[in-house]
């Protein structure tokens, strides 16, 4: 077992001459934005890539950071698309198309996704209740969501790709909500094999689930450890 150490937000970084010290802490991934910063726009905060966002860019490809495009605003992240030379991901994000009626820029719109995937991305679909039935929140019973909101999502990845390369698991276990937020069938971490025979299911072969609960996310991890 090991920690790769992705910075979400990245405002401990005063200056792009300190990418240099952060790299040798071991730090291979960086999300410019949680809420929006002095770098772009982010969850509730809307907006591009400043200047100082493209700098932070340019600084983290000299070095061969990957680059976490979860949480920036859309209009930010397709910036990043167009002129990030790196390897490109969104560890933690999911479909907003599926998400009808949510008024929030925390999902990945379908245009940001076809880029992605043609940058040969992966995303990283999150068990959490309220980013997959739209409506849900805090308080209400998980038997309102199952693993099957999830599957969609992988799916609607999926069928946008042509392929099962372009989406892994992004749990956000750590991101603070709970069993009581996650899917009815989520108990612990070891529970996410429940996907398995759903995806079956669905006509996805072994090596197509091998690669969503993990294989993708080793493919980018070995572009950027080193």
Same mark, same amino acid.
């Not at 970084?13 to 952060?22: Q, S």
């Not at 605003?73 to 698309?81: I, M, R, V, Y």
């Not at 990030?84 to 933690?92: D, E, K, M, N």
């Given at each position: 077992?090991?920690?790769? +150490?992705?910075?979400?937000?990245? $405002?401990? +970084? ?7 010290? &952060? &790299?040798?802490r071991? %730090?291979? &991934?960086?999300?410019p934005? *949680?809420?929006?910063?002095?770098? @772009?726009g ?5 907006g ?12 983290m /490809? =000299?070095f061969?950071?990957g680059?976490d495009?979860s949480?920036?605003?859309?209009k ?5 698309l167009?002129?990030?030379p790196? #390897?490109?991901? /969104?560890?933690?994000a ?22 992605l ?6 995303i ?21 969501? =199952?693993l ?9 990845? @999926? ?7 372009? #989406?892994?698991?992004?749990?956000? !276990?750590?991101?603070? !909500?709970?069993?009581? @937020?996650?899917?009815? $069938? ?17 006509g ?10 993990g294989?993708? *996310? ?5 572009? %950027?450890?080193?």
């Amino acid at each position: 077992m090991g920690i790769v +150490v992705l910075m979400e937000g990245a $405002e401990a +970084v005063d200056d792009p001459g300190e990418l240099e010290e &952060w &790299w040798q802490r071991g %730090v291979r &991934w960086i999300g410019p934005a *949680w809420a929006g910063t002095r770098f @772009c726009g982010g969850t509730r905060e809307p907006g591009p890539l400043t200047s100082a966002g493209f700098a932070l860019l340019e600084g983290m /490809a =000299s070095f061969g950071f990957g680059l976490d495009l979860s949480h920036m605003d859309s209009k930010a992240a397709l910036q990043a698309l167009d002129s990030y030379p790196g #390897v490109i991901i /969104a560890s933690h994000a999911n479909v907003d198309a599926l998400l009808k009626g949510i008024d929030t820029n925390r999902h990945l719109p379908d245009v940001v996704i076809h880029k992605l995937i043609e940058r040969d991305g992966v995303i990283g679909v999150i068990p959490y209740n309220n980013f997959l039935r739209p409506g849900w929140k805090r308080g209400d019973s998980r038997h309102l969501v =199952s693993l099957q909101h999830l599957v969609a999502h992988i799916d609607a990845i @999926c069928q946008m790709a042509g392929s099962a390369r372009h #989406v892994g698991i992004g749990s956000d !276990f750590d991101g603070g !909500f709970g069993v009581q @937020c996650a899917p009815l $069938e989520i108990d612990t971490i070891a529970d996410l094999q429940k996907l398995v025979p759903l995806l079956a299911e669905k006509g996805y072969t072994e090596t197509d689930i091998a690669a969503i609960l993990g294989g993708n *996310w080793q493919t980018k991890l070995n572009q %950027v450890l080193r």
